[in-house]
């Protein structure tokens, strides 16, 4: 039973954390197109569920387009919606 509690209140926090990211994201896609959009280091962690040290990796090996101003770092929300595309991996059916 307290299983069954915990879960229900994990997917609740999980879904409110969740509803927060899109209210950030949706006033942004709001009024810019997505190519427009400029995300830092901890929005970009919280989109991708990576940690610091793997963005840090993907920029040091060309994995993600960055910009760099006076010390701060941004990813256009574009280039990342392009990497996740180009990594998808349809479903194959097996029987």
Not at 9 to 25: P, S
Not at 30 to 36: R, V, Y
Not at 38 to 56: A, G, P
């Amino acid at each position: 039973m307290e299983t069954i509690e915990n879960m229900e209140e994990f997917y609740r926090r999980l879904a409110e954390k969740m509803d927060n990211i899109n209210k950030k994201l949706d006033g942004r896609i709001n009024t810019k197109q997505l190519s427009e959009i400029w995300l830092d280091i901890q929005e970009v962690c919280q989109l991708l569920k990576i940690s610091k040290r793997t963005l840090q990796s993907y920029r040091d090996n060309g994995v993600l387009p960055f910009s760099q101003i006076a010390g701060k770092i941004y990813f256009r929300a574009n280039d990342i919606e392009e990497h996740l595309h180009r990594h998808y991996n349809k479903p194959s059916h097996k029987r």
